[in-house]
């Protein structure tokens, strides 16, 4: 396994959870990595990434100011950390894994190694 992504449960609105991402060694480096979300009937949406290079971050406009993606270069793991969530946040998470494919950071298609995903449910 090439991506083992973890940290996912059951939380009410307001709650925080902190996804973590588990990269073989040989895949973390020159990689920039993405946490994907998708909920049930509808696409995988970008939420956050981070650069290999100069550890730039992005996120998508949902969570913006909730959500902080990053990295420990020495575990080889990338963090999401997620707070104030809101029902809408619930989905499968997936972590992802990119090279220099001529596709923006928030793109599914300039990730080519995704793990399994983990569910985070919000509650009312």
């Known amino acids: 396994v090439q991506l083992q992504a973890s940290g996912g449960g059951l939380v009410q609105a307001g709650g925080s959870l902190r996804l973590s991402c588990a990269v073989n060694?040989?895949?973390?480096?020159?990689?920039?990595m993405a946490w994907f979300r998708q909920a049930p009937g509808q696409e995988r949406d970008f939420v956050a990434a981070?650069?290999?290079?100069?550890?730039?971050?992005l996120y998508g406009d949902s969570v913006k100011g909730r959500f902080t993606i990053s990295r420990d270069a020495t575990i080889n793991t990338v963090y999401l950390q997620m707070n104030s969530l809101k029902p809408e946040d619930t989905a499968v998470y997936f972590c992802a894994a990119g090279d220099n494919r001529p596709w923006p950071l928030t793109s599914t298609r300039r990730y080519d190694v995704w793990g399994q995903g983990t569910l985070v449910t919000v509650s009312s």
């Open positions: 060694g040989r895949f973390f480096r020159k990689r920039d």
């Open positions: 981070i650069t290999w290079d100069d550890g730039a971050t």
